[in-house]
């Protein structure tokens, strides 16, 4: 029997590529980072890849595709309530909650994640070859993977794990930018980006759960929701009490300390927190870097990307 599923499967949900374009049919200007070539194009026709969630070899029936529209329907119109009120304010407990799964969901449905585990498998396999072991028996619980392969694990990635990720994410502090006027946000193949402000030398440092930790999601050219690590948040908070109470009582001497109280203030109130260009700059730079090729955004400026690419080069 014939399936009724379309094949076009969008990895970036298309509600939210539309706030990113122009015009009533929805175009949008793309940057190719390995040609490093722009063009426009329409909405439905960017951020997807036929077939992309099917999984033909699954021994059970469950639509991907189906169920990601599900929770995109639930989302939307959180989203749209903070688009047009600008503001945070009346998310409550239960729409932070989905916002927080939405988010993982994101993170682990594009493909990056299938990158990352060919890359990860390729990597493995040559340093045992090169160490003189056979990956394929050698190794517990490894096995050099095919494409198709890959794309299983991707899949099944996809199905078990956000809801526990959403659990950490759900924990951390949700905020609202905004950049300032004539400056905009790139949105890309991978959205969510992160980073961390406590580097770990020779470890990675972007895990959820990690100290420091930050995940940027650009929802409008000019509004981002960002997951504040709770734990930062809460050790400012004591600092800041703390210098506070010392400078009272002359332990201290005085500190401007106006830039960090505005950010804890904004925080706590859940105010929205207009940016300066350069930190707009500093956003784009990760949608550039953590994005698998393309870069998504209302007009024909990716003047950053491409000297942040041939920087690279």
């Known amino acids: 029997m014939k399936s009724n599923n379309p094949k076009k499967h969008h990895y970036v949900p298309q509600f939210l590529l539309r706030n990113f374009s122009v015009g009533k049919k929805g175009r949008i200007y793309v940057f190719d980072k390995r040609k490093l070539k722009t063009f426009a194009s329409n909405v439905v026709d960017v951020a997807h890849e036929n077939h992309f969630y099917n999984d033909e070899e699954a021994n059970y029936e469950i639509d991907t595709e189906s169920k990601l529209a599900v929770i995109e329907s639930e989302c939307a119109p959180i989203i749209s ?7 945070i304010k009346d998310v409550n407990d239960f729409e932070k909650g989905l916002l927080s799964l939405f988010t993982t969901i994101q993170m682990s449905r594009t493909n990056n994640v299938r990158e990352f585990l060919a890359v990860f498998n390729k990597e493995i396999a040559g340093w045992a070859r090169e160490s003189g072991i056979d990956p394929n028996k050698d190794i517990e619980n490894f096995q050099e993977q095919t494409e198709d392969e890959i794309k299983k694990s991707s899949i ?36 969510v980006v992160m980073h961390n402000y406590y580097p770990r030398p020779g470890r990675g440092n972007l895990g959820i759960g990690l100290r420091g930790i930050e995940i940027h999601f650009p929802i409008t050219p000019r509004l981002c929701l960002i997951f504040l690590c709770n734990k930062v948040v809460s050790e400012i908070r004591h600092k800041i009490k703390d210098q506070s109470m010392r400078m009272l009582f002359g332990k201290e ?23 300066k260009p350069e930190n707009v700059e500093f956003h784009n730079s990760l949608q550039v870097s953590q994005s698998s090729r393309f870069l998504y955004s209302k007009n024909n400026d990716f003047e950053l990307a491409k000297d942040i690419l041939k920087s690279e080069l």
């Not at 309530?81 to 503001?87: A, M, Q, V």
């Not at 005085?254 to 940016?275: A, G, H, S, W, Y």
């Open 81 to 87: 309530k903070i688009i047009s009120d600008e503001s």
């Open 156 to 191: 099944d990635i996809l199905r078990t794990i956000p809801g526990d990720l959403a659990k950490e994410l759900n924990e951390k502090e949700l905020a609202l930018i905004k950049s300032p006027k004539g400056e905009n946000f790139y949105i890309s193949d991978h959205p």
């Open 253 to 275: 001497f005085p500190v401007d300390m106006t830039e960090i109280q505005q950010f804890l203030n904004d925080t706590n109130n859940k105010n929205t927190r207009l940016l």
